[in-house]
Structure formats: C-alpha cells, structure tokens
C-alpha cells in the first residue's frame, strides 16, 4: 500500500471524531487484557471476522490469480502478519481492530498479485486512497445473479450476466465502492465512511444511491434476487 499504516489509523481516528480511540474498541480491549494470552484472544477474534474477511479477498482478488491461489491462502499469510504485529496493534490501537485485520488482510492480497502478475496500473474507479484493490466485475455479477452453478443455467443467462457486468462497469465510481463495502463486505456506515475518507451522513446517502442503482440494474435485465433485501 502506499500509505503507511500510521496515516491510515490518524485518518481513520479523524473521522470518528478522535484523535485517538478515545471510545475504546472492545476488541483492542479484550486484546489488551489478555495479556501472556493475547495469541490465544486474537485467534478467537480471527474467527469471528474471517467470513468477511474472506468475502473482501473473493470480491477484489484479481480475476487472472483466482485459479492459481485462493482466497483462504491470502487469509493464512495475513494471519502470520496479524500474529506478529499484535503486540503493536495493542499498545497503540488508534484503529478499530476489524479495520486493522481488512488493512493486514490487504496487504497481503496486494502482495500476493504483485507475485503472480506483477504490478498493474491503479483501477481508475478506485477512490479509496488506501489501496485496496477495486471488486472484480466478474466477482460482482456473480454475487448478484446467484447461484448459478450448472452449464445449462450459466448459458441460458449469459446474456443478463453482460448486462449486468456493463451496467456495472458504468456506474459512478463512488456508487460502486460504497456498494461494495457496504452491501457485499458488509462493513457498517462508519466502518465504510473511514475506508472512504467520507463522514458517516455523506457514506449512509451514497449507499441508498447505489442500491437504489443496483436495483434498477437489476430490473432492467430481470436477473438476480432483490437487491434491497441485504
């Protein structure tokens, strides 16, 4: 990434309003109390959050690596990181400890990419200043067309699948990520306004814009489940 992680934690206190975690993450709490335990804490809170971490990785995970490595081999080297960077993370928790495991956790991903691929230029729908790859357009279609996992369905909806994925590359590059963030990651409002750089009113208008997008997407072609219900 080419921010430093001590400028994306100062970033992220700003917007909720601290100059530090002054409102304690219960998280960085429990870390912080677990003491000689702390690996044993953060191994039961690496759980609870693996299923969107591993969500992020599926959705931005560069289409031309996905057959080569997969999503949960991310997770594992960023787990490696976490374990060794805890004890930092704990004495100076000036982020919250979901968004410190999904920076790690994008770290890792970036690094992987650059493995496989090499360096690709920045994706220029991405607003974020943190990095973070964009989610795959492939990625997204399939999350909102469903499961479609026989040949036959896959064929007899091809065309709405295009469909889908050119109304989505078309759509303003805000719209895009406060939709990914909140209604596929599932990030909460303020969890998404800091990876915007946004305040939390400004991240909670944008995301109603996007579904409301999306839907119509999702009309226009008759594909995919509501997209209202998430």
């Known amino acids: 990434m080419h921010h430093s992680g001590q400028a994306g934690w100062s970033r992220i206190a700003m917007l909720v309003?601290?100059?530090?975690?002054?409102?304690?993450?219960?998280?960085?709490?429990?870390?912080?109390?677990?003491?000689?335990?702390?690996?044993?804490?953060?191994?039961?809170?690496?759980?609870?959050?693996?299923?969107?971490l591993l969500k992020m990785v599926h959705l931005r995970m560069?289409?031309?690596v996905k057959g080569r490595v997969g999503a949960s081999d991310v997770l594992q080297d960023a787990y490696v990181e976490v374990n060794r960077r805890v004890r930092d993370y704990v004495a100076n928790p000036?982020?919250?400890f979901f968004l410190w495991l999904r920076f790690i956790t994008a770290q890792q991903l970036i690094a992987l990419q650059r493995r496989h691929i090499g360096a690709k230029k920045r994706d220029v729908?991405?607003?974020?200043?943190?990095?973070?790859?964009?989610?795959?357009?492939p990625a997204l279609v399939d999350q909102l067309m469903g499961g479609l996992t026989t040949p036959t369905q896959r064929i007899a909806r091809e065309e709405q699948r295009l469909q889908v994925a050119a109304a989505l590359d078309q759509m303003d590059a805000d719209d895009r990520?406060?939709?990914?963030?909140?209604?596929?990651e599932e990030l909460s409002n303020i969890e998404a306004a800091a990876e915007l750089d946004i305040k939390p009113p400004a991240a909670?208008?944008?995301?109603?814009?996007?579904?409301?997008?999306?839907?119509a997407i999702l009309e226009a072609v008759g594909a995919g489940p509501d997209a209202s219900t998430a």
């Open 17 to 52: 309003g601290m100059s530090e975690l002054e409102t304690p993450d219960p998280e960085a709490t429990a870390l912080a109390a677990a003491g000689d335990d702390v690996e044993e804490t953060l191994g039961e809170l690496w759980k609870q959050h693996r299923r969107r």
């Open 125 to 137: 729908r991405r607003q974020v200043d943190a990095g973070i790859p964009g989610a795959s357009t």
């Open 204 to 215: 909670s208008k944008r995301y109603v814009r996007a579904l409301a997008r999306m839907q």
């Open 62 to 64: 560069d289409p031309r």
């Open 177 to 184: 990520e406060i939709l990914v963030l909140r209604h596929f």
């Open 94 to 96: 000036r982020m919250p």
